[in-house]
């Protein structure tokens, strides 16, 4: 669209089906990306990506022409249609239902890359949840815990 002019960046947080621990270091990195891959063919700019075993992070800048929840459901859909072609995993692979999705002005770009660059030491201190939680909280996100995400099974 001419004339259209933004600046939209976007942290994306998901896990694997029931917070399960499957993410194996052996095939992150490619995991990384093939998401890569799918994000800059919807045009939008992938700016850092990391995961632990049971969760990922996103930071993308966003293009206006296509809404979040369908860029997610590219990223998860044909990502996991990856890992199972793939054989990554024993049981058939499946992403956790929802996602959380948090805006940042462009002056904490910079903090939110170190942040997700240092997701290993980050969670030395800190579970998943715990973190989860507390962007839901900073970020002023209503939730029902019944629903916030399913327990590892």
Known sequence: MPNTYTQIHLQMIFAPQFRAALIEKHWKEDLHKYITGIVQNHQHKLIIINSMPDHVHLFIGMRPHQSVSSLMQQVKGDSSEWINNNKFTRSKFKWQEGYG???????????????????????????????YRSFLKSFHVEYDERYILQEPA
């Open 101 to 131: 999705a948090f805006s940042y002005s462009y002056s904490h770009i910079d903090n939110v890359i170190e942040y997700i660059k240092n997701q290993e030491e980050h969670h030395k201190k800190k579970t998943f949840m715990d973190e």
